[in-house]
């Protein structure tokens, strides 16, 4: 029990030290916010990264209030973009979720996983807690599965 407390309380000063705090957690709703205004930001065919460096990307995105659009591929860290205020998925996407592991390894890191769970929600956050986060094989599924999965996520138009 000891362990976890630990851990959890790591992950969650690493999460106020990238400014995400419990408010920051995806499956919690969101203030009554305007519609996003401007230039769309696209996010096109991105294969993740580091995992603290796109929660670092996805608070300038959503403090940008910009509509972000998530298109092409987006595997791996990319996929915390998707459940962003002001971002829609292209109905022609494909999102893709495996374990975090340190580059050119097979080992995952602790508590990375759980960085990335607060940023899901509904079925999507099940299959991640189920199956993803465990895996080292990328598991590919389309937009509208996504969707099926997270019905509040929004497609984009076109």
């Known amino acids: 029990m000891s362990s976890l ?22 499956g919690l709703p969101a203030p009554a916010e305007a519609q996003p205004r401007g230039k769309p930001i696209v996010i096109m065919n991105n294969r993740g990264g580091n995992v603290v460096e796109a929660i670092r990307y996805r608070n300038k995105l959503a403090a940008s209030g910009r509509p972000v659009e998530v298109r092409g591929y987006c ?17 022609k996407a494909t999102v893709g979720f495996h374990a975090p592991r340190i580059p050119g ?7 990375v996983d759980e960085l ?3 940023y899901y929600r509904n079925g999507i956050l099940r299959m991640w807690n189920t199956q ?14 996504y969707v099926r999965l997270d019905p509040q996520t929004r497609l984009c138009r076109g």
């Open 5 to 26: 407390l630990t851990r959890l309380s790591s992950a969650l000063a690493l999460s106020l030290a990238l400014g995400t705090g419990v408010a920051g957690v995806a």
């Open 75 to 91: 595997r791996s860290a990319c996929t915390i973009y998707i459940t962003l205020p002001n971002a829609c998925l292209g109905p």
């Open 105 to 111: 390894t097979t080992i995952i890191p602790p508590i």
């Open 116 to 118: 990335m769970a607060q």
């Open 132 to 145: 993803w986060k465990h895996s080292l094989k990328m598991h590919r599924i389309s937009a509208r599965e």
